[in-house]
Structures are given as C-alpha cells and as structure tokens.
C-alpha cells in the first residue's frame, strides 16, 4: 500500500547514456513533482504537474524531460547523462498546493 | 528567490529538547512545512503553519511568527531514532513549489 513509488531505487550508468525513472502515487493526488537531491542534501524543485499539465519548470538543462500520462504516474528521462547528474532524485505528490508526499528516492549514479 | 537559513547541525542528548530555528526572507508568505529526513530515506512531513502561533503534535512542534519572518521546530524528550535531518521549507503566494532550506542534521547522543 505504498503511496508516493519510485523505480529503480538505484540507477548506475555511464556518462552519456540515456535513463528513466518512474513514479506513481495511489494517493489520488491531482499534482505531482520532481526534486533534485545533491551531495550537499539541498533538495531542489525540478518540474511539477497539476492534472497532467506542466506548472513548474525550473531552470533544468533540457536534456531533463519529465512525461506525466495521467494523474498518478510522473516520469522523468534524462539523455547524454553527464557526472553532475548524480544526486538523489525524489518524486511528491500532492493535492493542488497541500503537503507534499514524497517517494523512496533514486540514487543516480553516473560514471 | 526565497532566502531560507537554518543551522547546519545540532547535537542534544537522550531525553532533552532541541530547537530547530528557521529564518526566510519572501514576499508573498503562504506557508512553511517542516519534514524530518533520516539518512538514505525520503522526507516526511512533520507540521504546517501558516498563521503565527504554535502548533503541537505529540513531542514535536513548530511555531511561526510572519513579521519577523522566522520558524521553529521543537524536538521534545529526544530519542535516537530523532537523530536526522530536518528540512524548513516555504510556500510563496498560490505556488506548488516549496523552496527548502538546506537543513539541519540533529543528532541524539546517549
């Protein structure tokens, strides 16, 4: 019964390649989002969706494409993946602008 | 931008209480979140204050004052399994984004 997953928990992959991760939310949730968790644990929107529509897009290089093909599932692909791409990448989601749930994390690591 | 500070790391003994302070600079407040971060796991929400005051929840609570642009977080009669980082985080206006503080790594010391 989990609310807010994530697939893989761990990603390792070489500089260059092209990745996704997936991300679903059994929470009825209309609005869902993409951080960003570095070395220095600063956590860092990316993009959020509200009923499958873009919100927010922060200034992310465009090799990042978040995918949302309905309400409970946000995806994220990332090509030509580069060093500076490794971090902790969380999904959340929520009810328009309530508290925000997050998913277990994927540890990307690019080498 | 938001400005948001918090202390970088805090230790406190078994039994005691911390004090977490959080100070922001926005216009447009709607809201601050605290979430609890163990090492390896996702955030969990912890309180939501939106209008100044205190709001309790067990041994955890977190106060607000807007004019001063300033938050607590207050860790009540300490157990190990506190020992984690606590993230401040801001909501501005009618947005769905929270900006985060860099938080704060607490540990809690027999």
């Known amino acids: 019964d989990t609310a807010v997953s994530q697939t893989p928990k761990y990603l390792v992959t070489q500089m260059g390649n092209d990745k996704s991760i997936k991300c679903e939310q059994n929470?009825?949730?209309?609005?869902m989002y993409w951080y960003k968790q570095d070395s220095k644990k600063f956590l860092k929107i990316m993009f959020s969706?509200?009923?499958?529509?873009?919100?927010i897009n922060e200034t992310v290089p465009n090799r990042f494409s978040p995918k949302s093909p309905d309400k409970a599932h946000l995806n994220l692909h990332i090509n030509s993946l580069e060093l500076g791409d490794s971090a902790v990448y969380f999904c959340a989601s929520s009810q328009a602008a309530d508290t925000q749930y997050f998913g277990p994390g994927t540890r990307l690591t690019v080498l | 931008g938001q400005n948001i500070d918090q202390p970088t790391e805090m230790t406190a003994t078994e039994g005691a209480i911390v004090q977490i302070n959080c100070t922001y600079q926005?216009?447009?407040?709607?809201?601050l979140f605290w979430y609890q971060q163990h090492a390896g796991e996702a955030p969990t929400f912890l309180s939501y204050n939106v209008l100044d005051g205190l709001e309790e929840k067990g041994r955890f609570s977190s106060f607000l004052s807007r004019s001063k642009g300033y938050s607590y977080l207050l860790l009540k009669e300490l157990q190990m399994k506190d020992s984690a980082s606590y993230l401040c985080a801001v909501r501005v206006g009618g947005d769905y984004k929270l900006s985060f503080g860099a938080g704060t790594t607490v540990t809690v010391r027999a």
């Open positions: 969706y509200n009923n499958k529509e873009l919100i």
């Open positions: 929470l009825g949730h209309d609005t």
């Open positions: 926005t216009s447009g407040f709607n809201g």
